[in-house]
């Protein structure tokens, strides 16, 4: 009895004073780190400044390594990927801060949107999109939807175009009423090239009763008039552009050697006597 009362009054100041050992040389191995990652972070800063892209990414990674909880080293460092082209190495990045489960809401929207940025710059347009849907609802969805726009007007997608220029007008955005009208002409001559003549005529019409200051639906649909032998229609069709004060001036052909004015062509169907003219206006 007397000797385990020894072994526990010498036992518990032993173990008390490793204990505070161990926890001294961790804390002491945590400030060595901590002294680490932001040295290596503004050695990283130093280089990029410097313009040293290659040195840059080498101390972002260390200080990523010494801190791997980091979010802002993690940006910085995809961001730099980016940047230099290594658009797999971006995505890397990005897509392990979005598996982190400690992120905060403003950090993984954050991180969402640099990946769709990857894959925009990468080029791959249908994983840009899908990342860009994910974007809705959050502090970048305009600029997200401005991004899909120009994707699906560099796809030809144009009813989809559509459909995100209304949304941005929804919410405030600019005016896009011309870039609409824009869209449903590159829909009729779709369908014009697929023999439709009538299915792009509509088209013509509905984008000329949205916008009747566009000037290009009015050409299109006299153009089509026009191969459709409908003279007279096409005539008054082209005619209301030299009405409407939204046409730019002045208008120039290469049949003439100065600016074309109202006066110099047919305003009203009856006075329409010449083809040749009505296709001059049309290929204007």
């Keep these: 009895m007397e000797l385990d009362l020894i072994w526990i009054l010498v036992g518990l100041p032993a173990a008390f004073g490793l204990g505070w050992l161990a926890s001294r040389l961790d804390l002491r191995q945590l400030r060595i780190d901590n002294r680490q990652a932001p040295r290596a972070y503004f050695k990283g800063l130093n280089f990029l400044l410097n313009e040293q892209q290659d040195k840059a990414i080498d101390a972002f990674i260390e200080a990523v390594q010494n801190d791997p909880d980091t979010s802002e080293l993690h940006f910085a460092l995809g961001n730099l990927f980016r940047r230099r082209g290594e658009y797999e190495r971006a995505v890397r990045v990005h897509e392990h801060l979005l598996s982190r489960g400690d992120l905060s809401t403003a950090d993984r929207q954050r991180a969402q949107n640099a990946l769709a940025k990857d894959f925009v710059k990468a080029g791959l347009l249908d994983r840009a999109e899908d990342a860009l849907r994910k974007l809705e609802g959050t502090a970048f969805e305009g600029q997200a939807r401005l991004a899909r726009l120009a994707i699906y007007e560099r796809s030809r997608e144009w009813p989809q175009a559509r459909q995100v220029a209304e949304q941005l007008e929804g919410s405030g955005e600019v005016s896009f009423s011309v870039r609409k009208a824009h869209y449903l002409c590159e829909q009729a001559r779709e369908l014009n090239a697929q023999g439709d003549s009538t299915g792009a005529s509509q088209l013509l019409l509905n984008a000329i009763q949205e916008t009747p200051e566009a000037p290009r639906p009015r050409l299109l649909l006299g153009q089509l008039q026009l191969n459709m032998n409908q003279a007279a229609l096409a005539c008054d069709t082209l005619s209301q552009l030299f009405e409407s004060s939204s046409v730019a001036a002045p208008w120039r052909h290469p049949a003439w050697s100065w600016p074309l004015k109202p006066h110099n062509v ?14 001059v206006l049309a290929s204007m």
């Design 266 to 279: 047919c305003l009203k169907p009856w006075h329409c006597s010449s083809r040749t003219t009505l296709k």
